[in-house]
């Protein structure tokens, strides 16, 4: 098992900015490509981004592409996700989510994630 714990959601307003932070036990997090994931009340989970194992590759949604940035630390084994410009349609739950699936495919279905966090509550008004 992998344990996943987020951390870093919080209510601000549009055009800010917050890091969303995803803490991670084991010895084998470096063997896992990460995504971070987002679900709004009456909403499908929504792929937000993904990172490759080493880090060297990311992707995106098309809706959070220049403003959002996914970065992680193998030595700290954490996850991050950097939010700038934020808008109230980015509210949501955030949850990040280890792939353990084989090969460098950076997946966007969340039904290709083996472990989850519990969330992160993220609110942006007007």
């Known amino acids: 098992q992998v344990q996943l714990v987020e951390s870093g959601g919080g209510l601000v307003q549009t055009g800010d900015s917050l890091r969303l932070s995803c803490a991670a036990s084991?010895?084998?997090?470096?063997?896992?490509?990460m995504g971070w994931f987002r679900q709004a009340p009456g909403n499908e989970r929504e792929f937000v981004a993904a990172?490759?194992?080493?880090?060297?590759?990311?992707d995106s949604a098309d809706s959070v592409k220049g403003r959002f940035t996914i970065s992680r630390d193998n030595v700290k084994n954490a996850a991050y996700l950097q939010m700038n410009s934020l808008k109230p349609e980015d509210t949501a739950l955030y949850y990040c989510a280890a792939d353990l699936t084989p090969g460098g495919t950076l997946h966007k279905a969340a039904a290709q994630y083996n472990y989850w966090g519990q969330g992160t509550q993220v609110t942006v008004s007007s």
């Open positions: 990172i490759s194992r080493g880090g060297r590759s990311t």
């Open positions: 084991g010895r084998s997090w470096s063997q896992f490509k």
